[in-house]
């Protein structure tokens, strides 16, 4: 029924123990609390820094199953926006890399419609996971998890 419970779900199943997490420094708690919660390995890489999380990927790539990477597309405490088509663009040129944005920040704010940065920056198909938060510009309550229809499959059974 929140933003906060659907970040919580989505990182605390999805990421696996032979997985890693790579998340921005400057993430809400949501995230980093749904990463904990999860089994799989975990570092932060430097604010808005896709030199730095580039670097992060290099360092652990062949130590782990998959890598994914999770960012706000606005975040909530700064209030700047991820540099997603530089990560979008990293992510899709490796195969077990899987790029997750929390856009509770962006909906209704940005995209035709309010669909979000990643609606208006035309990466949607290259996000294995959105978070959509009702709370905030659309001011109601609940959120949603977008994604493939695997991946949603996977949510419908876990849950």
């Given at each position: 029924?929140?933003?906060?419970?659907?970040?919580?779900?989505?990182?605390?199943?999805i990421p696996q123990k032979t997985d890693l997490v790579l998340y921005d420094q400057y993430s809400h708690s949501s995230i980093m609390d749904g990463i904990r919660l999860g089994s799989a390995t975990h570092y932060k890489f430097s604010h808005r820094d896709v030199e730095n999380l580039s670097e992060q990927i290099q360092r652990h790539i062949k130590n782990f199953e998959n890598i994914y990477v999770?960012?706000?597309s606005v975040f909530s405490?700064?209030?700047?926006?991820?540099p997603l088509l530089e990560i979008a663009e990293l992510c899709s040129n490796h195969k077990n890399i899987f790029l997750i944005v929390d856009e509770a920040q962006g909906v209704g704010v940005f995209g035709k419609q309010g669909?979000?940065?990643?609606?208006?920056?035309?990466?949607?198909?290259l996000c294995f996971a959105r978070i959509f938060t009702y709370s905030k510009a659309l001011g109601c309550s609940g959120a949603s998890v977008v994604g493939s229809n695997a991946l949603k499959n996977y949510l419908v059974k876990t849950f």
């Open positions: 029924n929140s933003g906060y419970q659907a970040v919580l779900g989505l990182l605390s199943c999770v960012v706000e405490f700064s209030g700047d926006t991820s669909r979000g940065l990643c609606n208006a920056l035309n990466i949607e198909h």
